[in-house]
């Protein structure tokens, strides 16, 4: 802390929005590989069109996408706006969370959570699943972290509360509908989720997550874009729920019971 301590705050907001870029860079091989069953790690970047590897020169977070206009040096075929998007988006969030919480024991872990929530959000939206491969090492990753921030009985209560939540809603839904409602992604995700934010927060998380899932939901049938049958991915509203947990949790938690107790 203290070799940080006396560089100038832009100048270190700045470093760690580079390395947000970089890790972003990295949320985007995830986004692409995970879900078609690929190595995260070998072999090298290369163009989904035209198979040609991507040298280091036209690697570079957002800058490269712009200097190629947009499209592989070699077959010019156009690489989607998605990937300077995320790149940018998983910057911004990492750096927000360093102005936050400094650099603390709590942002080394957010450094994890934040990309990882990127990452699930991305596909879930494109496949409506979220793959074992983040959520099975995001429990341990949960339990690891949420036993620092919460304790150990927050934390494992945080997981067995918040998957059991989700094994009920699930199996009330299948009952009702006669259709998987609860994928076993968001089972897996929730316990994850309640292990690191305890139990409490977990519970936020999914009123959180069925409030903006509501919303998008009645806005979809509004806009008739949807009915009632539809699926709609739950990750990204519950990953909306975990940031704004981890952020404002015990802020919300506190109003909260202030306001039932009736002392607001
Ligand atoms: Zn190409």
């Known amino acids: 802390m203290e070799l940080i301590h006396p560089l100038p705050h832009l100048f270190q907001a700045g470093f760690i929005f580079m390395i947000g870029l970089a890790v972003g860079s990295f949320a985007n091989v995830c986004i692409y590989r995970i879900p078609k069953g690929e190595s995260i790690v070998f072999p090298a970047s290369h163009c989904p069109s035209c198979n040609q590897p991507i ?10 996408f712009l200097l190629l206009g947009g499209r592989c040096r070699f077959c010019k075929t156009t690489i989607g706006r998605i990937y300077p998007v995320i790149e940018i988006l998983t910057a911004v969030l990492i750096t927000s969370g360093f102005l936050r919480l400094g650099p603390t024991p ?8 934040g990309p990882a929530l990127v990452i699930i959000t991305a596909i879930d939206l494109q496949h409506k699943i979220i793959p074992n491969l983040i959520t099975l090492p995001g429990i341990l990753f949960g339990l690891a ?6 304790g150990v009985t927050s934390s494992l209560i945080g997981l067995v509360l918040g998957s059991g939540i989700f094994l009920i809603i699930g199996e ?3 009952r009702i509908r006669g259709d998987e409602g609860m994928g076993m992604g ?5 316990a994850g989720a309640g292990a690191l934010l305890g139990w409490q927060k977990i519970l936020l998380v999914i009123f959180i997550g069925a409030l903006l899932g509501s919303i998008v939901g009645v806005a979809g049938m509004v806009e008739k874009k949807l009915n009632y049958m539809s699926q709609i991915p739950f990750g990204p509203f519950l990953a909306a729920g975990t940031l704004i947990a981890f952020f404002w949790g015990d802020q919300l938690i506190h109003l909260y019971l202030a306001a ?3 002392r607001y």
């Open 106 to 113: 709590e942002f080394v872990i957010f450094m994890v959570l």
């Open 55 to 64: 040298p280091a020169r036209d690697n570079i977070p957002v800058l490269s």
């Open 260 to 262: 039932a107790s009736g």
């Open 186 to 190: 968001d089972v897996k995700y929730i």
């Open 172 to 174: 009330v839904y299948f």
């Open 145 to 150: 972290g949420g036993i620092y921030l919460e």
